[in-house]
């Protein structure tokens, strides 16, 4: 059998793309060592994270039932498959049970721990997530792969990592404000407003997908502003980005190693359930700021926010040392030695 790797992740404004772009750089890697990737996914995953679209990967876009998604895998890649991996909260043991046989590894992405998976190897890249959340769930011979060392991040992260911690120095100058890729309930406008009332002077880059229903409005904010507010639509210049900001605002998705990677300071929030562990966990490693879910923070709460830790360097470079001690960016590579070992 071909070293092919199918890859069953979707994307939308409601769940947003960080599920795509850990499965991104994990198929970047695999294809490094020589495996041919397939991604597996709905018509409105591409147009929710556009970078699929200067991705080098095969797409399969799936047209039958989701009821039946097995099957049509099994049609349409009747050779089957190496390994697949599986990144969708939509789906559990019943899906991964139909693909038995047609795929001789299955591989789980999962930060939930709430359903039962027939997999061989299960990651999750959760914080202080215990073998005892998942024993119950997972066959018995399932190799857990648990914690933020794990997370797919893409190469450019851990390249970044050396030269974005020597250069924090806990002073405030750049904010990056990256509230996943559609930010569907607008916070990002609401922290603009922020740092506006705050009066400090900073500048701000505003990473965001095209696809996020507020994007006209912060176009117009950031024409406004002229030229303190950048907007970057659609970018994978993340590394860049994070590296040459001194502080984040940022939701606490897969974004959140990426950003620990990089030793950047974070006023976190929370705009989905299965953030809420992640948050706690990385706010008791004092690696992040925790502004609290976003149905209960204001403009003020952000305001002071930002105000104290301009005034605070040394809690700076604090929250700085211990956000690269959480993730080192190395994920990939750890998968990919795990899998060479294994298949």
């Given at each position: 059998?071909?070293?092919?790797?199918v890859i069953?992740v979707?994307?939308?404004p409601?769940?947003?793309?960080?599920?795509?772009?850990?499965?991104?750089?994990l198929?970047?890697?695999?294809?490094?060592?020589?495996?041919?990737?397939i991604?597996?996914?709905r018509a409105?995953?591409?147009?929710?994270?556009?970078v699929?679209?200067?991705?080098?990967?095969?797409?399969?876009?799936?047209?039958?039932?989701?009821?039946d998604e097995?099957a049509?895998?099994?049609?349409?890649?009747?050779?089957?498959?190496?390994?697949?991996v599986?990144?969708?909260?939509?789906?559990?043991?019943?899906?991964?049970?139909?693909?038995?046989?047609?795929?001789?590894?299955?591989?789980?992405?999962?930060?939930?721990?709430n359903?039962?998976?027939?997999?061989?190897?299960?990651?999750?890249?959760t914080?202080?997530?215990l073998?005892?959340?998942?024993?119950?769930?997972?066959?018995?011979?399932?190799?857990?792969l648990?914690?933020?060392?794990?997370?797919?991040?893409?190469?450019?992260?851990?390249?970044?990592r050396?030269g974005?911690?020597?250069?924090?120095?806990?002073?405030?100058r750049?904010?990056?404000?990256?509230?996943?890729?559609?930010?569907?309930?607008?916070?990002?406008?609401m922290?603009?407003?922020?740092?506006e009332?705050s009066?400090?002077?900073?500048?701000?880059?505003?990473?965001?997908?095209?696809?996020?229903?507020?994007?006209?409005?912060?176009?117009?904010?950031?024409?406004?502003?002229q030229?303190?507010?950048?907007l970057?639509?659609?970018?994978?210049?993340?590394a860049?980005?994070?590296?040459?900001?001194?502080?984040?605002?940022?939701?606490?998705?897969?974004?959140?190693?990426?950003?620990?990677?990089?030793?950047l300071?974070?006023?976190?929030?929370v705009?989905a359930?299965?953030?809420?562990?992640?948050?706690?966990?990385?706010?008791?490693r004092?690696?992040?700021v925790?502004?609290?879910?976003?149905t209960?923070?204001?403009?003020?709460?952000?305001?002071?926010?930002?105000?104290?830790l301009?005034?605070?360097?040394?809690?700076?470079?604090g929250?700085?040392?211990?956000a690269?001690?959480?993730?080192?960016?190395g994920?990939?590579g750890?998968i990919?030695?795990?899998?060479?070992?294994?298949?």
């Amino acid at each position: 059998m071909r070293r092919l790797a199918v890859i069953r992740v979707d994307a939308s404004p409601i769940m947003g793309g960080g599920h795509v772009m850990r499965c991104l750089a994990l198929a970047d890697g695999l294809t490094d060592i020589g495996w041919h990737c397939i991604f597996a996914i709905r018509a409105n995953t591409i147009e929710t994270v556009p970078v699929f679209t200067s991705s080098s990967h095969e797409i399969l876009s799936l047209e039958d039932d989701e009821a039946d998604e097995a099957a049509e895998l099994r049609r349409r890649i009747p050779e089957g498959c190496a390994l697949l991996v599986i990144d969708h909260y939509g789906r559990d043991s019943r899906f991964e049970s139909a693909c038995r046989g047609w795929a001789s590894t299955i591989m789980a992405v999962d930060d939930l721990a709430n359903r039962r998976h027939d997999v061989d190897i299960l990651l999750d890249q959760t914080l202080n997530r215990l073998e005892s959340d998942y024993r119950p769930l997972v066959p018995p011979n399932c190799r857990l792969l648990l914690g933020p060392q794990w997370v797919p991040l893409r190469p450019e992260f851990a390249a970044a990592r050396s030269g974005a911690l020597a250069r924090r120095d806990g002073l405030l100058r750049r904010l990056l404000v990256s509230v996943g890729a559609t930010d569907p309930r607008d916070v990002t406008s609401m922290v603009l407003r922020a740092v506006e009332q705050s009066g400090l002077d900073l500048a701000v880059d505003v990473a965001i997908g095209s696809a996020s229903p507020n994007i006209a409005t912060l176009r117009q904010a950031a024409t406004a502003s002229q030229g303190r507010v950048r907007l970057h639509e659609n970018g994978r210049a993340m590394a860049e980005l994070m590296t040459e900001a001194d502080l984040a605002v940022g939701a606490s998705g897969v974004s959140s190693w990426e950003r620990c990677c990089l030793g950047l300071p974070t006023l976190a929030v929370v705009i989905a359930d299965n953030q809420r562990l992640s948050i706690q966990a990385l706010t008791l490693r004092g690696a992040v700021v925790a502004l609290g879910d976003w149905t209960k923070y204001s403009e003020s709460g952000v305001v002071a926010a930002l105000r104290s830790l301009a005034a605070d360097p040394k809690r700076l470079r604090g929250l700085a040392q211990a956000a690269a001690g959480v993730c080192d960016g190395g994920g990939v590579g750890r998968i990919k030695e795990l899998l060479m070992e294994s298949l």
